[in-house]
Structures are given as C-alpha cells and as structure tokens.
T-cell receptor, first 116, second 111 residues
Framework: DGGITQSPKYLFRKEGQNVTLSCEQNLNHDAMYWYRQDPGQGLRLIYYSQIVNDFQKGDIAEGYSVSREKKESFPLTVTSAQKNPTAFYLC???????????????FGPGTRLTVL | DQQVKQNSPSLSVQEGRISILNCDYTNSMFDYFLWYKKYPAEGPTFLISISSIKDKNEDGRFTVFLNKSAKHLSLHIVPSQPGDSAVYFCAASAGGGKLIFGQGTELSVKP
C-alpha cells in the first residue's frame, strides 16, 4: 500500500527547541517537498528536493533545514530561528523530472506543530 | 506577491446544483494547473489538472476550464454532493516541479 507518512500527527514543543518532522514515502518518487499551511492561506513551499543529496530553498526557508540522505525520506527540522513555527506542515512527493506526471504532487496527512 | 489568487474564501451551494470555483493567476509562464481538495487536518488530494495547451479537461463530475487570455481557470462540480464540502486549492506550475498555490476556497454543499 503505497503512500506518504508523516509522524507524529500532533507535536508540541517549547519555544527555543529545535524539532524534526518526519516524512517517508514508498512511492519510489524522486522529488519531495515541504509546505507550511497557516489559517486562511495557501500552501507555502519551504524546501524541495528533486534527487537524493540535493535540495533547494522554497519561498519561506528561513528558520528551517532539511536533509535528503535517502530517496524515501525527507525530514524537516524547525529550528529556534523560525519566528512563528506554529503551523500545519505538509510533506509531498512527485515522480521527478523524468516522469510524465512530474507536476502532480501527492501529499501526506500532515503534522500539526504547536510551539508553547 | 500572490501569483495565484482565489478571491472567494467560501462558497455555499445546494446539493445537486453546480459549484463553480474560480482561480486567477498573474504569471504567464505557468503552463500546468491543478486542483486539490482538502479536508481539515488532512493532506490535500489531487482532483484534476489541465495543461496550457488545452482549454478544458473533464473527469466525471469535475471539469476544469482554462482561459489563458484572461489568466483565469475554474473548477465546475456537477452535480454537487455533500461529500464535496471541503477546501479547494488551485495550483500552478511553470516547470521544475514547483507548485504555487492559491489561498483556497471553502465549499459547503448543503443537503
């Protein structure tokens, strides 16, 4: 049963702590993405990776970091430098540049991060 | 600078009638457009897409129309069902796999 998993569903952290959000996919997709959703706003791109060991900043990368050591995994770290980290975080994947349906991204269930 | 705009935050429609969700964009380099449906506390699910070489794409009850000259696309749902109640996002791509999303429109279909 292929898909994208994000864990945990809900995450609480104290202000000033770094926290890492997990994203795993077994779709054999090359490209992976992290988005942030705030109330009344669309999804904003944080980071994306089109291939293992390579990633690019999205529109709101400040205060975040990522790694892509394996094709299946794309963890996102929310650092203490992120000024307003409380949000709903979504991970997505797509086939990759060589795939016909490259533009179609498949999303995980999301992680709700609350910083107290 | 909002490159993709959904100007209606919400829409209410009677069951069985047509729902029309609108989306405007400013970047003429966008060549692929998608609609996603999202329930609260879940990830968006892909609904339907359209390439800029077409002006219409249909999939069951869902039809997307693209007007390139007006930089406007719309999603028609006919007939609307209560299970269609969700937030709908349009997204656009200029290549490279990146998608730019609109703010979303919350559709409520009343029985």
């Amino acid at each position: 049963d292929g898909g994208i998993t994000q864990s945990p569903k809900y995450l609480f952290r104290k202000e000033g702590q770094n926290v890492t959000l997990s994203c795993e996919q077994n779709l054999n997709h090359d490209a992976m993405y992290w988005y942030r959703q705030d109330p009344g706003q669309g999804l904003r791109l944080i980071y994306y990776s089109q291939i293992v060991n390579d990633f690019q900043k999205g529109d709101i990368a400040e205060g975040y970091s990522v790694s892509r050591e394996k094709k299946e995994s794309f963890p996102l770290t929310v650092t203490s430098a992120q000024k307003n980290p409380t949000a709903f975080y979504l991970c997505a994947s797509s086939i990759g540049p060589s795939g016909r349906f490259y533009n179609e991204q498949f999303f995980g269930p999301g992680t709700r991060l609350t910083v107290l | 600078d909002q490159q993709v705009k959904q100007n209606s935050p919400s829409l209410s429609v009677q069951e069985g009638r047509i729902s029309i969700l609108n989306c405007d964009y400013t970047n003429s380099m966008f060549d692929y457009f998608l609609w996603y449906k999202k329930y609260p506390a879940e990830g968006p699910t892909f609904l339907i897409s359209i390439s800029s070489i077409k002006d219409k794409n249909e999939d069951g009850r869902f039809t997307v129309f693209l007007n390139k000259s007006a930089k406007h696309l719309s999603l028609h749902i006919v007939p609307s069902q209560p299970g269609d109640s969700a937030v709908y996002f349009c997204a656009a791509s200029a290549g490279g796999g990146k998608l730019i999303f609109g703010q979303g429109t919350e559709l409520s279909v009343k029985p």
